[in-house]
Structures are given as C-alpha cells and as structure tokens.
C-alpha cells in the first residue's frame, strides 16, 4: 500500500488546491492531496526545456559555454504583457549556461522563445519535441501548448510533475548547483552588450523560489503562476542524506506577495513533514549458515542472500526491523545454482517490508548408491 494511504497520524493542511510529495531515493508517495487534479503548470513548464537542454549537452549538440547572438523575435520586449522577463535584448549574445539560468530564477518566457527556436527552429516544433518527450517518459497527463508555461492550456497533475521533478533531478543533478541553488541573477552584463546598449542595465534578480537561500535543505526546483492556475512551485530539499521532491499547485493568493507566502508556508509544512515523520535504512540481511543436502556429494551447500533494497519507515518503525528465513529443513540432491531454495522476510513491527529469495550459492550433484551407504553408515 502506498505510504500516502496508509494512516500516517497528523498530516499537513495545506491551502494548495493539489500537492504530492515523493522520497526521491524510493520513489515512495509520501503524501497526496488532489493528485490527479489537472491545472496549468505555469513556468514550472520551464524544467522540461532545461531537460532537453541537459539532454543536447550530453549528446553534443550544445555547449554550456557557447554563446548565442539574441534574434529580434527573443527580445524582451517582443514578450506578451506580464511577463517574467531575462532582459534578452536582439543583437547582444548570451551564454547558454546563463540562457539556462534565465530560465530557472527569474523564469525568463523571452528566454523561453530563443531556447526554442535554438533546439528546434521554431516554437511550435519545440512544444512537439516536448510533448513527444513527456509521452516518451510515461508522463500521459503533462501537455504543453507553449515552451514558456503562459498558456492557460498547458496542463498536468501534481502527480505526474513530481514524478517528473524526481526524473529531473536524479538525470541532472548538476543542474541544483549550476541553476536552481543560486539565490538571483543578474543580466545582461557588459560582457553581453556586443555593442548594442542595455535598456535597463544590469538587472538583478531574485530566485522565484522564495524557499532557496532561506531554508537550509532547500535547492530547488521552480516556481510558476498564471492567473489559470494559481500559485504553483516544484521544491526539492536535502538532508542527512536524504532528498525529498514535492509539488504543490493552485496555492490562492490576492497578489504575489500573498501567493507566495502560501506557496512558502505550504511548501515548508509538506517538506517537514515528510523529513521528520519517515526515515529511509538500508538493511543488512543476515548472514546464513549452509544449507543441508541430502544425498548429495557434498552434505551442504552455502546460500546467496541477495543486497537489500533502501526501505522506507515510519519513524516509530526504526527499532523495529525483524528479519526470518522461512524454508524446508533441508534439501535433496541435486542442487543447481541459482536454485531457490528458501524465502528471507523483512518486517517493521506487523508490517511485511519486502520478501527476497534465498539462492544455492553453487551446485551439489546427487552422490552414488555406495557413496550414500557409506555415509549413513560412518556419519
């Protein structure tokens, strides 16, 4: 049963509309409210374009050093009213690494147009490629109209973006250090111009993410709003080891401050949540003794216990871990290896963990008729 349906006392109450949280190492559901409620990602739409870009980086066709000379169709001026903004003006050029950042902290929709037409020669071939490629993940409820997260008919469940929050992170977990841990951005510089003058000089920005650089285990992901969906963030935190995902979407708020004072709180409460009532162990399987054979050349054999998978407890649980071997007093020859020759149970408290079977390490032939009489009578 999925830790989100089980009774796990206390839950956070959140003012969201739909929230899931995620244990990144398991993949375990530690919490759900709403998940299949379908709203508009907003800008948390850009965390698909830095997927592809990652992806065209490993696979050569981009660099993160390369610089890019900025078209008259991605400057910010030419972005519809409203507009989260990198400042991008036509004629200067920019770095990709910095393309990248204009993306993920002020969530730039002019930086959104040039990624597009950079991978794909146009925006409506670039949504193809992303739809083809959230169809491609198994992600069936994420859709997108446009590459910037404007488009009130861009959609998804909190479900299927954290699932995808959680791919993201674990495929470019350099992106956290490169991207979505650093607390603002400041762009163009004079670096950028190539003589053409900036607007408005160098402007500085915030991370949206409001929770980076104010709670410690917090390193990202990416926040988004349209008036469509409400206030939505995808959160990633780290500590002791462990990495949990969130998604909280159509938080209300009567202005911006409002809304991300909820998505803060929120995002604050579901994370404690998940960090101080579960607990992740990698248990160590008990070593077994060998196996009787009976009528076998050799009168045991040794076992194979196999390398326990992470579990995910209960805080209370963590004193309880039991771990039995359940199998027949001994077994008649021949023996393969590889033969299943008992079960090893894993539990906390009443609850069954996991079941792993216990394997002939190698194999016993079946001893001759003499050989057999010999042995009962001198054993």
């Given at each position: ?46 965390l ?9 980086i ?57 990624v ?16 083809d ?25 909190a479900l ?8 993201y ?32 000089g160098?402007?500085?920005?915030p991370?949206?993410?409001?929770l ?14 349209i ?32 809304g ?10 579901l ?13 160590e ?17 040794e ?31 021949p ?5 299943e ?5 894993l ?33």
């Amino acid at each position: 049963m999925p830790f989100a349906e089980m009774d796990a006392g206390p839950v956070p109450e959140l003012s969201c509309r739909s929230a899931v949280l995620i244990d990144d190492e398991t993949g375990a559901i530690l919490f759900v409210k709403h998940g299949d409620e379908v709203i508009p990602p907003a800008s948390m739409t850009k965390l698909v374009s830095l997927h592809l870009m990652y992806r065209e980086i490993e696979e050569g066709r981009l660099s993160i050093d390369q610089e890019i000379i900025v078209p008259d169709f991605a400057d910010f001026r030419s972005a519809p009213p409203r507009s989260s903004l990198m400042f991008l003006q036509a004629g200067q050029r920019v770095r990709l690494i910095d393309l990248m950042r204009g993306l993920a902290l002020p969530s730039g929709n002019d930086a959104a147009v040039l990624v597009a037409d950079l991978i794909a020669g146009s925006t409506p071939a670039y949504v193809a490629m992303m739809n083809d490629e959230m169809r491609r993940l198994g992600f069936s409820s994420i859709f997108f109209e446009d590459s910037s997260g404007y488009s009130e008919h861009n959609r998804a469940t909190a479900l299927d973006f954290a699932r995808f929050a959680r791919f993201y992170v674990d495929t470019h977990p350099e992106s956290l250090k490169e991207l979505h841990s650093l607390t603002s951005f400041s762009y163009p510089k004079t670096e950028n111009e190539n003589g053409v003058k900036s607007v408005y000089g160098t402007v500085t920005q915030p991370n949206h993410n409001s929770l980076v650089g104010r709670h410690p285990w917090v390193d990202g992901l990416k926040t988004g709003y349209i008036d469509e969906s409400g206030y939505n963030v995808a959160l990633t935190a780290e500590t002791g080891g462990r990495r949990l995902i969130a998604v909280l979407m159509g938080g209300p708020g009567e202005n911006s401050r409002d809304g991300d004072l909820h998505r803060v709180i929120d995002g604050t409460n579901l994370l404690s949540y998940g960090f101080y009532r579960f607990a992740v162990v990698s248990p160590e399987l008990p070593e077994l003794p060998p196996f009787s054979v009976i009528g076998g050349k050799d009168p045991s054999v040794e076992v194979a216990v196999p390398l326990p998978d992470a579990q995910l407890l209960f805080a209370e649980e963590l004193g309880e871990l039991h771990c039995f071997f359940e199998a027949a007093a001994a077994v008649a020859a021949p023996v393969r290896k590889g033969e299943e020759l008992g079960q090893l149970y894993l539990t906390a408290g009443d609850r069954l963990l996991a079941s792993y079977p216990v394997r002939a390490a190698a194999s016993v032939e079946k001893a001759g008729f003499f050989e057999q009489i010999f042995r009962a009578l001198f054993r």
